[in-house]
């Protein structure tokens, strides 16, 4: 499992890789998971969590940074385990408690065809136990009210809802606001709003944080973001020009 420690002494560890990331912040005597992968990755995931975590398992608060299946499969599960207190996003609440959000758009045409398949199947493939958020954050939550130096904020475009958690001023977990998988890209297959998705990214890099941690795939630096945006304002120019 990687780590990473910031200035102030936080650990960040990666609890899960390969199919969804799922994230471990341990700050002093808090432990912070950041979301849960699919039904199918519990017991790897209960596995890496018992590796760094006393027994019984102590988890304060698990941020969902979105409630699409593949983050929140075992939400309800480890709420029932550990107590955890359930922060998401204020419009995905009813999402979370039907237990089904919506398969985002594509944002290329093979995506686009899977999405069409995903809306068909549904919740019986894309679903999740429901659960119910303790904690709902609409535009930001300073987490310091609960003793965290960390900060949530609002990052909507992948999907209404999406959510970022900004670590001491260091590293963003980023969810599927950026992805990690492909080389050329970090741009996301799937995205509700692409105009919203773009001016989250202008919001990450309005931090001062210099790694971006995503659902899906490797760390981003924070110059492969800069490059990415420029790379979206030169197009978007040049449609402007032509159009």
Known sequence: MKHWHTKKSSTIIQILRHRSNAWLILQQDVCILIDTGQAS?????????????????KIDFLVLTHTHYDHCQNAQFLKNMTGCKIIGSIYESKSANDG?????????????????????????????????????????????????????????????GSISLIIDDEFVIVGDTLFGIFKNTIFPPFADDVLLLFQSWNKLLDTPCNTFLPGHGKAITRERLVEAVRLRKYKHQNEQTFS
């Not at 969590?49 to 019984?56: A, D, E, H, T």
């Open 41 to 57: 990755a519990r017991k790897k995931l209960l596995n890496n969590l018992q590796n760094v975590l006393p027994n019984p398992l």
């Open 100 to 160: 089904y959000t919506r398969i985002p758009r594509g944002t290329n045409l093979a995506t686009k065809a899977l999405t069409c398949l995903g809306r068909r199947l549904g919740k019986v493939f894309f679903g999740h136990e429901s659960f119910k958020m303790d904690i709902m954050v609409q535009k930001e939550l300073d987490m310091n009210v609960y003793g965290i130096d960390a900060k949530i904020i609002a990052c909507p475009g992948h999907s209404e």
